[in-house]
Protein backbone atom coordinates (compact mmCIF):
# COMPACT_ATOMS: atom_id res chain seq x y z
CA UNK A 1 0.00 0.00 0.00
CA UNK A 2 3.01 2.59 0.72
CA UNK A 3 4.76 2.00 -2.67
CA UNK A 4 1.29 2.59 -4.43
CA UNK A 5 0.54 5.87 -2.61
CA UNK A 6 4.45 6.51 -3.07
CA UNK A 7 3.77 6.35 -7.28
CA UNK A 8 0.96 7.63 -7.35
CA UNK A 9 0.55 11.14 -5.28
CA UNK A 10 3.46 12.27 -7.25
CA UNK A 11 2.35 11.36 -10.32
CA UNK A 12 -1.27 13.18 -9.97
CA UNK A 13 0.62 16.39 -9.05
CA UNK A 14 3.10 16.01 -12.11
CA UNK A 15 -0.33 15.53 -14.23
CA UNK A 16 -2.30 18.29 -12.92
CA UNK A 17 1.26 20.83 -13.62
CA UNK A 18 1.59 19.58 -17.13
CA UNK A 19 -2.91 19.80 -17.70
CA UNK A 20 -2.22 23.68 -15.78
CA UNK A 21 0.93 24.12 -18.06
CA UNK A 22 -0.52 23.34 -21.39
CA UNK A 23 -4.15 25.13 -20.74
CA UNK A 24 -1.49 28.29 -19.96
CA UNK A 25 0.12 28.11 -23.20
CA UNK A 26 -3.25 27.41 -25.16
CA UNK A 27 -4.44 29.99 -23.39
CA UNK A 28 -1.64 33.04 -24.78
CA UNK A 29 -1.68 32.10 -27.88
CA UNK A 30 -5.37 32.69 -28.21
CA UNK A 31 -4.72 36.12 -26.83
CA UNK A 32 -4.29 38.77 -29.36
CA UNK A 33 -0.98 40.55 -29.51
CA UNK A 34 -0.10 43.55 -27.72
CA UNK A 35 0.33 45.32 -31.32
CA UNK A 36 -3.44 44.31 -32.51
CA UNK A 37 -4.94 45.46 -29.15
CA UNK A 38 -3.23 48.97 -29.70
CA UNK A 39 -4.89 49.39 -33.24
CA UNK A 40 -8.42 51.84 -32.93
CA UNK A 41 -6.51 52.93 -29.45
CA UNK A 42 -6.35 56.67 -28.62
CA UNK A 43 -3.18 58.58 -28.07
CA UNK A 44 -2.15 62.24 -27.60
CA UNK A 45 0.24 64.12 -30.51
CA UNK A 46 2.93 66.02 -28.19
CA UNK A 47 4.05 67.87 -30.98
CA UNK A 48 3.35 68.71 -34.60
CA UNK A 49 3.75 65.26 -36.74
CA UNK A 50 4.14 66.47 -40.16
CA UNK A 51 4.80 63.49 -41.13
CA UNK A 52 6.95 62.19 -37.81
CA UNK A 53 6.38 62.63 -34.63
CA UNK A 54 5.67 61.83 -31.11
CA UNK A 55 2.57 60.90 -29.08
CA UNK A 56 1.88 59.95 -25.57
CA UNK A 57 0.01 56.39 -25.48
CA UNK A 58 -1.00 54.26 -22.62
CA UNK A 59 1.79 56.85 -20.33
CA UNK A 60 4.63 55.93 -22.86
CA UNK A 61 6.57 58.27 -25.00
CA UNK A 62 5.87 56.75 -28.79
CA UNK A 63 7.36 57.65 -32.08
CA UNK A 64 4.19 58.73 -34.40
CA UNK A 65 4.07 58.84 -38.04
CA UNK A 66 0.75 60.41 -39.53
CA UNK A 67 -0.34 60.80 -43.63
CA UNK A 68 -1.95 64.26 -42.61
CA UNK A 69 -0.43 66.89 -40.32
CA UNK A 70 -1.20 66.52 -37.01
CA UNK A 71 -0.80 69.43 -34.44
CA UNK A 72 0.67 68.95 -31.10
CA UNK A 73 -2.37 68.59 -28.12
CA UNK A 74 -4.84 66.89 -30.59
CA UNK A 75 -6.07 63.45 -29.70
CA UNK A 76 -5.02 60.29 -32.56
CA UNK A 77 -5.89 57.28 -33.50
CA UNK A 78 -3.46 54.44 -33.24
CA UNK A 79 -3.82 52.78 -36.80
CA UNK A 80 -1.00 50.37 -36.87
CA UNK A 81 2.57 49.98 -35.70
CA UNK A 82 5.67 49.40 -37.88
CA UNK A 83 8.58 48.18 -35.33
CA UNK A 84 8.59 51.05 -33.24
CA UNK A 85 6.71 53.96 -34.63
CA UNK A 86 3.19 54.10 -34.74
CA UNK A 87 0.92 54.73 -37.63
CA UNK A 88 -1.83 57.54 -36.40
CA UNK A 89 -4.35 59.44 -37.66
CA UNK A 90 -6.59 62.33 -36.82
CA UNK A 91 -9.82 61.57 -34.35
CA UNK A 92 -13.01 61.69 -35.66
Same mark, same amino acid.
Given at each position: ? /??? &???????????????? +?? #????? +???? @?? #?? *?????? %??? *?? /?? &? /??????? #?????? *? +????? @? &?????? %????????? %????????
Amino acid at each position: M /DTL &ITLLVPSIVMGVFFVL +AI #YKVAE +ARRR @PT #YS *ARMEKE %VAE *AL /DR &I /DPRGHVM #YNGEYW *A +AEAEE @P &IEAGET %VEVVGKERM %VLKVRKKG
